[in-house]
Structure formats: structure tokens, C-alpha cells
């Protein structure tokens, strides 16, 4: 089966099978990455830096797009399944850009660890509404197998599955604070935003 959540519809429940579609992680994320590119891009056309809220959004969306490419090459790719663009774009390039943006251009201000943190919360509170869809829903739907007890093995198997996916998480969301201390970050923002100094950024702070 082509895990594609374009395809997530209920034709017996109209409202609540099409409403399924955002309860796709990759739809989520994929709408965080197209709000922090929009973010960005319209800073980049008014020469200014969006500011470190935005870089806060831009690290979620990355770290989602992120675990959403791992999950999706790892835990949910079937070998022989035929290949398909939509497939292809929201869960293999996106994260891939996603993450190389960040790594070429990391934010001007490094980023706390408890940036980490704090980007943990979105996937828990998904995993909760998801949790809750297939609880009050008449045909108990789960977006993801692994959220299924019936097919995970259980409600342990469940646990195991979802904090194995939040420790990768939070791995990834360290990784992406300790890519925002790269040291050419200065120089980039200089370059795109043609500013010497972007509105409240000090490029002589040490990145310890």
C-alpha cells in the first residue's frame, strides 16, 4: 500500500472521513513546513529577519518533517509498492529540504536545548488526538499501525512504538539546537537579509 494521507477519505462518513486527512502526521507537518517557508519568504522579500519566533516554527517544522521521512522510509514503506509523486514530495523531499535548509542556513541566534523540548510537544499532543479519534470514532481508526493495539501487538506495543518514535524526536530536536550554533550562520544572515547585524541578533555572541 502507497502511504499516501491524499488519499485519506471515508466516503460513508463525509465530514469526519475527509477531516481524517489532518490527522496524518505528515499532513501536520507538512503544513508547519509551508508556514515556515511562507514566514520566511515573505521576511526574505521585506529584507527583514523574521525574528526568533519564527525560528522556534522553523525548527518544529523540521524536526516533524524529519521523523516524518524516518517513519515513513522505515516503519511504513512496503518493498514493490508502486511509486507515487505525492508519496514521494511529502515524505521523502520535503524532509530532505527541510533539514538541508537548516543546515545551510541555521538560525542567527543559536537555540536553547530547551527548543528540544518544546518541539516535543506537538507530537505527544498529536499522539493523543489520535489516540482519542480511534477511541470515539465507530470504525476506531488509527492513521498509523502503530498506533493500533490489534496491530503493534497490543497497548505495550503501542508504548514501545511511540516512545521509541518520541526519543528519536527529541534526538533530533538536540541535533537541530546544535546545528543552530553553526558559526556561519552571521554570514548567511548578512548575505540573504542584507543587514550587518538582523533586527535584535548580536553576531559577536560566543555559541558555546
Excluded: K
Amino acid at each position: 500500500m502507497v502511504i499516501d494521507p491524499l488519499l485519506a477519505w471515508d466516503d460513508a462518513n463525509p465530514f469526519l472521513g475527509r477531516g481524517r486527512l489532518f490527522l496524518y502526521f505528515t499532513t501536520q507537518s507538512n503544513l508547519l513546513a509551508v508556514t515556515a517557508c511562507v514566514v520566511f519568504g515573505v521576511a526574505l522579500v521585506r529584507g527583514r529577519h523574521p525574528g526568533q519566533a519564527a525560528e522556534y516554527l522553523r525548527g518544529l517544522a523540521v524536526v516533524d518533517m524529519a521523523i516524518t521521512g524516518i517513519v515513513a522510509n522505515v516503519l511504513l514503506a512496503e518493498p514493490g509498492a508502486p511509486w507515487s509523486f505525492s508519496d514521494f514530495v511529502l515524505h521523502q523531499a520535503v524532509p530532505v529540504l527541510m533539514v538541508a535548509w537548516w543546515i545551510v542556513v541555521p538560525p542567527a541566534r543559536p537555540l536553547p536545548v530547551t527548543a528540544a523540548a518544546l518541539w516535543l510537544v506537538h507530537p505527544a499532543i498529536w499522539t493523543a488526538t489520535a489516540l482519542t479519534y480511534a477511541a470515539e470514532s465507530s470504525d476506531h481508526w488509527y492513521p498509523y499501525f502503530f498506533l493500533d493495539p490489534v496491530e503493534a501487538g497490543g497497548w505495550g506495543g503501542v508504548a514501545v512504538f511511540v516512545a521509541l518514535i518520541h526519543l528519536v524526536i527529541a534526538v533530533l530536536g538536540l541535533g537541530a539546537v546544535l546545528a543552530s550554533r553553526a558559526r556561519w550562520s552571521g554570514g548567511v544572515w548578512r548575505t540573504l537579509w542584507r543587514e550587518e547585524h538582523p533586527e535584535g541578533v548580536d553576531h559577536g555572541h560566543s555559541r558555546r
